[in-house]
């Protein structure tokens, strides 16, 4: 069993959400701590115009509620909401908070994943813990 799990949660449908947690659960057991991280990506500055006023801020409590909704759910887990690029912002989470397993959902990869690379792919390849990723 792990001492530490982290699951980086992303609300896209592709991803499934819910096999992480699970197994999460089973690899934390009854004595791990489970962290779920959502990060936040900085919208860009030429689309913020486009955006109805106060959009960031409400989308941020409404992932903030979710987040905590699910961490709810498990034992002992914790939720947390932080703003960067996905995948450099949750290997520095890791790197900060010291967890011994991340586990990650990823979709299908296509062509463009194989060129440019996923979250899932990026965290694997550089985490300095164990990586269990999901599909």
Not at 4 to 29: M, Q, T, W, Y
Not at 33 to 54: D, F, N, R, T, W
Not at 116 to 132: D, E, N, P
Request: with cysteine.
């Amino acid at each position: 069993m792990y001492k530490h799990v982290l699951v980086p949660v992303s609300f896209d449908n592709e991803r499934d959400g819910a096999g992480a947690l699970a197994a999460a659960k089973l690899l934390a057991g009854d004595s791990g701590k489970i962290s779920l991280l959502h990060v936040i990506e900085q919208v860009p500055s030429y689309a913020i115009s486009y955006l109805p006023s106060g959009y960031q801020s409400e989308a941020r409590k409404a992932i903030e509620a979710e987040l905590s909704s699910m961490a709810a759910a498990l034992p002992n887990a914790d939720s947390f909401v932080v703003e960067g690029h996905s995948g450099r912002t949750i290997l520095d989470w890791a790197e900060a908070q010291g967890p011994d397993c991340i586990v990650i959902a990823s979709h299908r990869p296509g062509m463009q994943d194989l060129l440019l690379g996923s979250t899932a792919a990026k965290v694997v390849r550089h985490a300095t813990c164990a990586v269990h990723v999901i599909r």
